[in-house]
T-cell receptor, first 116, second 118 residues
């Protein structure tokens, strides 16, 4: 069974500073994918970044980067130069396969508040 | 319309009502999903359809009944719900994996339907 653990229920960061949101995972699969999603108060889950288990380099997407440490089973999200619009819930998720479809297992999320 | 749309956005229903949630994706995907998001709990996968066939029913009570008439539409039929079923119901879609190549195929989510059962 897959499990995602996010140990930070809430985080504060000042505008323009960087912040790291923690995520650890547990799986016996060799091939898996790790995702981060952002959920603003409107409710929609917005895809941010993806890391494959066989990817040798850490993923980056604009101000988002994923610090992937496979041996430690961690996939932390780093947001650089925080903006007020980054205030939201952030979810780490692991993808496994269900035949031709995929299944996402989510963590409990971290609420990020960006302050002036 | 673009992306994944869900209607209605808000729904209040009594325990004896029957209602349906609708999801439509405009991304050319062929796998669709229902998730439930309750307060202070992780998102829970409820149902998965791939190529219009159900591939996962994650121990969901029978008062929730999914329907996938084609690859663009997904419904969740609700009847005799309980107050603890109040939650945000999210629909998602993705590209089904048809070859041995399994790359990053993220799921795209709709805005959700916030359901309140009285």
């Amino acid at each position: 069974a897959q499990k995602i653990t996010q140990t930070q229920p809430g985080m504060f960061v000042q505008e323009k500073e960087a912040v790291t949101l923690d995520c650890t995972y547990d799986t016996s699969d060799q091939s898996y994918g790790l995702f981060w999603y952002k959920q603003p108060s409107s409710g929609e889950m917005i895809f941010l970044i993806y890391q494959g288990s066989y990817d040798e380099q850490n993923a980056t997407e604009g101000r988002y980067s994923l610090n992937f440490q496979k041996a430690r089973k961690s996939a932390n999200l780093v947001i650089s130069a925080s903006q007020l619009g980054d205030s939201a819930m952030y979810f780490c998720a692991m993808r496994t396969y269900l035949g031709t479809a995929s299944k996402l297992t989510f963590g409990t999320g971290t609420r990020l508040q960006v302050t002036l | 319309e673009t992306g994944v749309t869900q209607t209605p956005r808000h729904l209040v229903m009594g325990m004896t009502n029957k209602k349906s949630l609708k999801c439509e994706q405009h991304l050319g995907h062929n796998a669709m999903y229902w998730y439930k998001q309750s307060a202070k709990k992780p998102l829970e996968l409820m149902f998965v359809y791939s190529l219009e066939e159900r591939v996962e029913n994650n121990s969901v009570p029978s008062r929730f009944s999914p329907e996938c008439p084609n690859s663009s539409h997904l419904f969740l039929h609700l009847h005799t719900l309980q107050p603890e079923d109040s939650a945000l119901y999210l629909c998602a879609s993705s590209q089904a994996v048809l070859t041995s190549g399994r790359t990053g195929r993220e799921q795209f989510f709709g805005p959700g339907t916030r359901l309140t059962v009285l």
